[in-house]
């Protein structure tokens, strides 16, 4: 079973920066794509971030360009999510998700995805 654990949220004030990791279990991280969502309260899971199983082709959605950044580290299966210029409408539960099929590229679409995290909380005061 793979498993995906998310880290690194927190409180922090607008302006402020957070980098989220994600860990996901197995041996075969490196042949996936990965991505990023995120659920604020009372509204439906939306897409942040997405990159290809070869760690290029980066998608953001418009209210994160130029602040969010997704990267990864096969070497320790992780995934990551750099998040600066941080701003109250930020808040959310953020969810890594890992892509249901092999060597493809980033898609902006939940049902590309087939295993996620459990989630990390990110609270950005104003």
């Known amino acids: 079973q793979v498993q995906l654990v998310e880290s690194g949220g927190g409180l922090v004030q607008a302006g402020g920066s957070l980098r989220l990791s994600c860990t996901v279990s197995g041996r075969t991280f490196s042949r996936y794509a990965m991505g990023w969502f995120r659920q604020a309260s009372g509204k439906e899971r939306e897409f942040v971030a997405a990159q290809s199983w070869t760690g290029g082709n980066p998608l953001y959605t418009d209210s994160v360009k130029g602040r969010f950044t997704i990267s990864r580290d096969n070497a320790k299966n992780t995934v990551y999510l750099q998040m600066n210029s941080l701003k109250p409408e930020d808040t959310a539960i953020y969810y890594c998700?890992?892509?249901?099929?092999?060597?493809?590229?980033?898609?902006?679409?939940?049902?590309?995805?087939?295993?996620w995290g459990q989630g990390t909380q990110v609270t950005v005061s104003s």
């Open positions: 998700a890992r892509s249901a099929a092999v060597f493809t590229g980033p898609s902006m679409n939940r049902g590309a995805y087939d295993y």
